[in-house]
Antibody, heavy 123, light 106 residues
Framework: QVQLQESGPGLVKPSETLSLTCTVS????????WSWIRQPPGKGLEWIAY???????NYNPSLKSRVTISVDTSKNQFSLKLSSVTAADTAVYYC?????????????????WGQGTTVTVSS | DIQMTQSPSSLSASVGDRVTITCRAS??????LNWYQQKPGKAPKILIY???SLQSGVPSRFSGSGSGTDFTLTISSLQPEDFATYYC????????FGPGTKVDIK
């Protein structure tokens, strides 16, 4: 049973870089795609990015200039960096596994999620 | 970018009601459409993938339909545990979510 756990600072100053890590337990990180999603307070879900452990990341165009995701197979972790943050980046940040759910077609969905971690951008 | 919209943004319903939520994509996404349920303070849970395939463990009162640009999530008989917010998500390119539909108690 794969489980995910986000970790990182809960408070980040404006203009600095937000850094989060997702630890994967109960499974091999090198078998799947991994994603980051966020949810501002009282608002909907926003997809940030996903990548295969060894592939090219796929970023939300609206965040692409500020986002970097990476996978560390030696630690079974993947990470998110978001630069030049503002108050608008205050949100609950989730990591999730992007899994091929159909055996015959490339239909992917987010089937395992972390519990989420709250990040506040404030001085 | 493919944009996703949902309607209604919220609805009130009673236990036992049939509930229908609509999702629309700004261009064809074929059947690359997922539905998620989110309860307050919790991570989302996938219900439907490939527009109409029920994820393992999800009750059969949930169903999805549609292809191209127009999709529907139906709850055939609303149960107390179904009061939540529902999101569609396209997996055709990237992973954009719809804005959500909140289902609350009438």
């Amino acid at each position: 049973q794969v489980q995910l756990q986000e970790s990182g600072p809960g408070l980040v100053k404006p203009s600095e870089t937000l850094s989060l890590t997702c630890t994967v337990s109960g499974g091999d990180i090198s078998r799947y795609y991994w994603s980051w999603i966020r949810q501002p307070p009282g608002k909907g879900l926003e997809w940030i990015a996903y990548m295969y452990y060894s592939g090219t990341p796929n970023y939300n165009p609206s965040l692409k200039s500020r986002v970097t995701i990476s996978v560390d197979t030696s630690k079974n972790q993947f990470s998110l960096k978001l630069s030049s943050v503002t108050a608008a980046d205050t949100a609950v940040y989730y990591c999730a596994r992007r899994q091929q759910l159909s055996p015959h077609y490339y239909y992917y969905g987010l089937d395992v999620w972390g519990q989420g971690t709250t990040v506040t951008v404030s001085s | 970018d493919i944009q996703m919209t949902q309607s209604p943004s919220s609805l009130s319903a009673s236990v036992g009601d049939r509930v229908t939520i609509t999702c629309r994509a700004s261009q064809s996404i074929r059947s690359y459409l997922n539905w998620y349920q989110q309860k307050p303070g919790k991570a989302p849970k996938i219900l439907i993938y490939a527009a109409s395939s029920l994820q393992s463990g999800v009750p059969s009162r949930f169903s999805g339909s549609g292809s191209g640009t127009d999709f529907t999530l139906t709850i055939s008989s609303l149960q107390p545990e179904d009061f939540a917010t529902y999101y569609c998500q396209q997996s055709y390119s990237s992973g954009a979510f719809g804005p959500g539909t909140k289902v609350d108690i009438k």
